[in-house]
């Protein structure tokens, strides 16, 4: 899903610029590495937001189906009960 890279090396030496010795500024570029596996992209929110798009419709016609469907029930309720009483 990550269509990113992270320069570890860079970020190390940063990390090192900065003040942190070699073990731990590589340590941190390390575990910041691994951990983007889980980040979404833009491309991957675009999509999620489309598919939600795509079942909001759906829903929105479910919808409009299941209060017509009632509407044509409640009427033949009221029609056959007019007609016994």
Do not use: C, H, P, Y
């Given at each position: 899903?990550?269509?990113?890279?992270?320069d570890?090396?860079?970020a190390?030496?940063?990390?090192?610029?900065?003040?942190?010795?070699?073990?731990?500024?590589?340590?941190?570029?390390?575990?910041?590495?691994?951990?983007?596996?889980?980040?979404?992209?833009?491309?991957?929110?675009?999509?999620?937001d489309?598919?939600?798009?795509?079942?909001?419709?759906?829903?929105n016609?479910?919808?409009?189906v299941?209060?017509?469907?009632?509407a044509?029930?409640?009427a033949?309720f009221?029609?056959v009960?007019?007609?016994l009483l």
């Amino acid at each position: 899903m990550n269509g990113t890279t992270f320069d570890t090396l860079s970020a190390a030496r940063d990390l090192e610029a900065a003040g942190f010795d070699r073990v731990q500024a590589e340590a941190l570029a390390a575990a910041i590495r691994s951990g983007q596996g889980d980040l979404a992209t833009k491309i991957d929110i675009a999509q999620l937001d489309s598919r939600i798009k795509q079942l909001d419709s759906r829903l929105n016609m479910l919808q409009w189906v299941v209060g017509i469907q009632s509407a044509v029930t409640l009427a033949t309720f009221a029609i056959v009960a007019a007609r016994l009483l």
